[in-house]
């Protein structure tokens, strides 16, 4: 009964093998976590080896062997091994996954059936390092740094923004974003399939250009400001000259006409000091008059 179960098994496999080729399977992990390889598990009856291999002529090959209950690693470190026990699961276990564990991986099972191939693609990603700060000359720059896949930078409110890119060897990207607003708060939002982050910051002033049209404006009052003090001092001592003028000028009389030639001119007598009426005073003279 077994060995129908192994002929089935292996027939399964070669079946799969000829309508679709070898099994691929595209996996994707965060750079720091564990991640399994799927092979599928055959009879012991008819297995005789399983071999991992990632597809590099110096990288790491796990290999079990059933006739010996035996297992080998060749280039391996201590992060790659087994799922579980060989015996009875064929998974490869990584954990913790680095950048450098990305790539092709075979699997291959050696049985009384035939040999069997399954691959794997394996995709690590890598979050990017994101900050959002403040520069005179350039504005708001968010910065997504060491991003697998490159991170999107989009900002609120929408503004338009320059973007650079800068790709590193390791195949990590950096992306760098900036604007120049007037507003008093900017939102920078990250998108990355490992992580979403929203940073906000408080401008410590407004951008270069309002501050020009500022300093602008202020110049431009400062000057009609100066114009019109100068005409308001310009007329008040032009006013002032023309009312001096107008004073040193003669003044206009009435033409009063002269009395005529047969009016006699009296003199004008000085007063009688009231002492010179007392001195020639004589009370016989006052009872002859009466």
């Known amino acids: 009964m077994a060995q129908t179960w192994a002929v089935l098994a292996a027939f399964l496999l070669w079946l799969i093998n000829l309508v679709k080729g070898p099994a691929y399977d595209m996996v994707s ?22 071999i991992w291999k990632m597809k590099c002529s110096t990288c790491c090959l796990l290999a079990y062997r059933s006739d010996h209950n035996e297992t080998r690693k060749l280039n391996c470190s201590e992060r790659m091994t087994w799922k579980y026990s ?8 990584i954990y913790p996954v ?10 291959e099972i050696v049985s009384t059936a035939g040999n069997f ?4 693609f394996l995709t690590v990603i890598v979050p990017p390092t994101v900050t959002l700060t403040f520069d005179k000359s350039t504005g708001a720059v968010c910065q997504a740094s060491a991003g697998k896949p490159a991170a999107d930078i989009s ?3 929408p503004n338009i923004a320059s973007t650079s890119e800068v790709h590193h060897p390791n195949g990590t990207v950096t992306r760098v974003s900036w604007v120049n607003t007037t507003l008093s708060t900017v939102t920078c939002l990250v998108t990355h399939p ?47 000259h023309k009312l ?34 007392y001195q020639n005073y004589s009370s016989r003279t006052v009872y002859m008059n009466y």
């Not at 060989?86 to 276990?93: A, H, M, Q, T």
């Open 29 to 50: 992990v965060e750079a720091g976590h564990e991640v399994v390889l799927s092979c599928p598990y055959v009879s012991k009856a008819s297995l005789l080896m399983v």
């Open 86 to 93: 060989p015996d009875s699961d064929f998974d490869l276990r």
């Open 98 to 107: 680095t950048l450098g564990d990305e790539g092709n991986y075979t699997c």
């Open 117 to 120: 191939l399954f691959f794997s």
């Open 155 to 157: 900002w609120f409110p």
């Open 194 to 240: 490992a992580t979403n982050q929203s940073l906000f910051l408080d401008l410590p002033y407004t951008s270069p250009k309002l501050a020009f049209f500022l300093l602008g404006g202020f110049a431009c009052v400062a000057v009609v400001s100066g114009v019109t003090l100068c005409l308001f001092f310009i007329c008040r001592a032009l006013r002032l």
């Open 244 to 277: 001096a003028h107008r004073s040193a000028a003669p003044v206009a009389t009435k033409n009063v006409r002269s009395p005529p030639s047969w009016v006699k001119k009296e003199a004008v007598k000085p007063p009688v000091l009231s002492e010179h009426i």
